[in-house]
């Protein structure tokens, strides 16, 4: 079991900001696992499009789409965040 969360406009395409899924097999890494979900279709294709600005974690820390993942992870999705 893998914790996801949705924070900002991907938790506002989606209506939830976080979902508790089993790992399906082969989904061993983030970009394994956002693909996963974007065959999902309809908003969870739009909302985690490869082609969109995107930001990701691991367990709290910025992850890349090659960052492993296993059992007891969180994985979250975040727009890019700016500040000033």
Same mark, same amino acid.
């Given at each position: 079991?893998?914790?996801?969360?949705?924070?900002?406009?991907?938790?506002?395409?989606?209506?939830?900001?976080?979902?508790?899924?089993?790992?399906?097999?082969?989904?061993?890494?983030?970009? %394994? =696992? /956002?693909?996963?979900?974007?065959?999902?279709?309809?908003?969870?294709?739009? &909302?985690? $499009?490869? +082609?969109? %600005? =995107? /930001?990701?974690?691991?367990?709290?820390?910025?992850?890349?789409?090659?960052? &492993?993942? $296993?059992? +007891?992870?969180?994985?979250?999705?975040?727009?890019?965040?700016?500040?000033?």
């Amino acid at each position: 079991m893998i914790t996801l969360r949705f924070f900002a406009s991907v938790r506002e395409s989606l209506g939830t900001s976080s979902e508790t899924i089993v790992l399906p097999a082969g989904v061993d890494t983030v970009g %394994a =696992l /956002r693909a996963h979900l974007v065959r999902r279709g309809g908003a969870w294709e739009q &909302a985690l $499009a490869e +082609g969109r %600005a =995107l /930001r990701m974690a691991c367990n709290q820390v910025m992850a890349q789409p090659s960052t &492993a993942i $296993a059992d +007891g992870c969180e994985v979250a999705f975040f727009p890019p965040v700016t500040g000033g």
